[in-house]
Nanobody, 120 residues
Framework: QVQLVESGGGLVQAGGSLRLSCAASRSISEDNQLGWYRQPPGKQREFVASITSRGRTNYSDSVKGRFTISGASGQNTVYLQMNSLKPEDTAVYYC??????????????WGQGTQVTVSS
């Protein structure tokens, strides 16, 4: 298992920006994927964005064009730059680490979450 620590959440007005960071407690295997998920109040956790150790990114339709995921060298840290924030982006944001095992990604850790609140 990998411990993940998120930071960078907070309160921002609609149209503003925030940058989330997620740091892993140790190096993750060469073939890995780091992702961001969020859980809005009263709703289920949902996928936001992910990046593989080879730099392949994926985004949910709701954030495409506004959010950018990036990873530091070695994929020990991942960032989520969030621009043009909307009140519906309000949620607890979680970081997840996965490793490639026999062709599929297997989860090896979740962060504790960081609150993002967007006021209208």
């Amino acid at each position: 298992q990998v411990q993940l620590v998120e930071s960078g959440g907070g309160l921002v007005q609609a149209g503003g920006s925030l940058r989330l960071s997620c740091a892993a407690s140790r190096s993750i295997s060469e073939d890995n994927q780091l992702g961001w998920y969020r859980q809005p109040p009263g709703k289920q956790r949902e996928f936001v964005a992910s990046i593989t150790s080879r730099g392949r990114t994926n985004y949910s339709d709701s954030v495409k064009g506004r959010f950018t995921i990036s990873g530091a060298s070695g994929q020990n840290t991942v960032y989520l730059q969030m621009n043009s924030l909307k009140p519906e982006d309000t949620a607890v944001y979680y970081c997840k680490a996965s490793v490639l095992v026999s062709g599929d990604y297997s989860t090896v850790g979740w962060g504790q979450g960081t609150q993002v609140t967007v006021s209208s």
